[in-house]
């Protein structure tokens, strides 16, 4: 009992410093702004001299929107157990160093914690001035083309795989030294000496250091950047804790997306270079190159728009519609009244419930409020008909999204309606109010966007309208109690997108 307490104590002593925490409050501040104090010490795994980054968070992490900034580079010049002080030798932005508020200290040691300590070797190259240039490449490539000196006479058949360089040490530093002639006596003397091991290492952590912190920077102030997917990225693999599902051996998707990025890379690179020559770039083309380069343009180019799109869709829409009906349900054994406007005025608003969802962002509902002018035949005589209704419906869109901009959309619908209408048969000077109902109406329609998300929609329906008379103006009137009427409609509209 008393050897496992020890071991547990032993392994909370060893593993203290992975536990500590970066985050930290600003308990003090001098006048100047260039010392503070924060409340992380020595149990914080905070060390003597450590060179730190300050960082604030401005937004949360669920925002798409820069969320932590640097606000200083630091380095520690005193430290207790639970508190520490800082000398900003770079401060980003001094508003943001308010005291009491809470920051991440972002740690030398604690970043770099359980990275191998660089090796480092000296070389010393030793030659005549006639000979320095080439004996100082060498060196430094480590003479990697010393058994192919005569390369550049030869052909390259195959190209096997890349030349690297292999050594027992990380680096190598590299001392010059020239042989220098004094009374029939060669000596050596020093041209150049490279820094001090020790300093070159110190460099070189630090440097690496802010590469971290930058690289760190920047993945978490990426819009799409999420924990949720970067914690599932870490997940181990079912067949083997020690590796992570998303590790670093390759397999067949990390090629395929590879050779896509590259693929798009040169397409990006011919399309801007067409675009730079201006009207000139295909007359060093035959017939048959340019055909194919315009093939491939316009596919650049329909992609270059899909990606416009898809990075910016639009959930809502919104259009005003003047509407001309194709029936007339008028009589023409009324020689004395006839209806010739009839028309509707429509406002509508469209949401897509699943944006950016491969089929189900296919489909949208709609609401409409609708007022329309038409006339119907009542007892022999012609009456005017004033209906104001809403109606709910769903819309499907075969071919495109309803949010693609500068692309023909087309849609199918259907909808029901339901409101009040007014009917007036002036010949007979009589008056009835009516409840109203549709169902189901059907539509097809066609809309076109422009990249500002201002567009024209043309659309065609067909439906029933139900009324029924809850009111009468005198009693036996020939407006009748209930009708059906058969209606179909033309209609252009002004879209706006958002």
Same mark, same amino acid.
């Given at each position: 009992?008393?050897?496992? *307490?020890?071991?547990?104590? &032993? ?17 003090? %501040? ?26 604030? %968070?401005? #937004? &949360? ?72 240039? $080439? %004996? ?15 390369? #550049? ?17 990380? +680096? ?21 000496? &490279? ?11 630090? +440097?690496? /250091? ?18 949720? *997917? /970067? ?13 992570? +599902? ?5 397999? $067949?998707?990390?090629? /395929? ?28 083309? !035959?017939?048959?190159?340019?055909? %194919? ?17 898809? !990075? ?44 950016? #969802?491969?089929?189900?962002?296919? /489909?949208?509902?709609? @609401? ?10 009542? @007892? ?40 009040? +209408? &007014?009917?007036? =048969? ?45 009111? =009468?103006?005198?009693? @036996? ?15 252009? @509209? ?5």
């Amino acid at each position: 009992m008393l050897r496992m *307490t020890i071991y547990a104590i &032993s392994l909370i002593v060893i593993t203290l410093p992975a536990w500590a925490v970066s985050e930290a409050r600003l308990l003090n %501040q001098s006048a100047s702004g260039k010392t503070v104090v924060f409340n992380l010490g020595g149990l914080d795994g905070i060390r003597s001299g450590d060179y730190a980054v300050v960082v604030k %968070q401005i #937004h &949360s992490p669920e925002t798409r929107d820069l969320r932590l900034v640097p606000v200083a580079k630091a380095r520690n010049i005193k430290m207790t157990t639970d508190s520490s002080v800082w000398i900003l030798y770079k401060v980003y932005d001094q508003d943001l160093l308010v005291p009491g508020d809470k920051f991440l200290v972002l740690s030398e040691s604690h970043v770099l914690s359980g990275r191998k300590t660089p090796t480092l070797g000296r070389i010393t190259v030793v030659n005549d001035k006639k000979k320095f240039i $080439e %004996q100082r490449n060498d060196a430094v490539t480590d003479d990697m083309h010393r058994l192919s000196k005569l390369g #550049h006479k030869y052909e390259q058949m195959e190209h096997a795989h890349d030349s690297h360089i292999i050594s027992d040490t990380d +680096a190598d530093l590299i001392d010059l030294e020239v042989w220098n002639e004094n009374f029939g006596s060669m000596y050596r003397s020093s041209l150049y000496k &490279s820094a001090n091991k020790e300093e070159f290492r110190r460099q070189l952590r630090l +440097a690496t /250091f802010e590469k971290l912190i930058t690289a760190y920077l920047q993945k978490v102030n990426d819009p799409d950047f999420n924990y949720d *997917t /970067f914690y599932e990225k870490q997940r181990k693999t079912e067949f083997a804790n020690e590796f992570v +599902a998303n590790g670093k051996y390759d397999n $067949e998707y990390n090629k /395929f997306l590879r050779k896509e990025s590259a693929k798009s890379s040169a397409d990006a690179k011919l399309y801007r270079t067409i675009l730079e020559k201006g009207e000139s770039w295909s007359e060093d083309y !035959s017939d048959e190159e340019l055909k %194919q380069v315009l093939s491939q343009v316009s596919v650049l180019q329909e992609k270059d728009r899909r990606v416009k799109v898809i !990075s910016k869709p639009s959930r809502f829409a919104l259009t005003f519609e003047y509407g001309l009906n194709l029936t007339d349900a008028q009589t023409s054994s009324d020689p004395l009244y006839q209806r010739d406007s009839r028309h509707s005025k429509e406002l509508d608003f469209e949401i897509v419930p699943f944006l950016k #969802h491969e089929t189900l962002e296919r /489909f949208t509902l709609d @609401g409409t409020f609708r007022l329309n002018y038409t006339a119907f035949e009542a @007892g022999g005589f012609n009456a005017d008909l004033n209906e104001y209704s809403l109606s709910l419906g769903t819309n499907w869109y075969p071919i495109y999204a309803p949010y693609v901009v500068e692309s023909p959309i087309v849609y199918l619908g259907t909808y029901i309606r339901s409101g009040f +209408a &007014s009917a007036n =048969a002036p010949t007979p000077d009589e008056k009835a109010n009516y409840t109203v109902i549709s169902f189901p109406g059907f539509r097809a329609g066609f809309k076109y966007y422009m990249r500002n998300r201002v567009g024209i929609r043309i659309q065609a329906s067909m439906e029933t309208i139900k009324i029924e008379r809850y009111e =009468a103006s005198k009693l @036996g009137s020939v407006l009748p109690d209930r009708a059906s009427l058969a209606e179909a409609k033309f209609g252009v @509209g002004l879209a706006y997108a958002f």
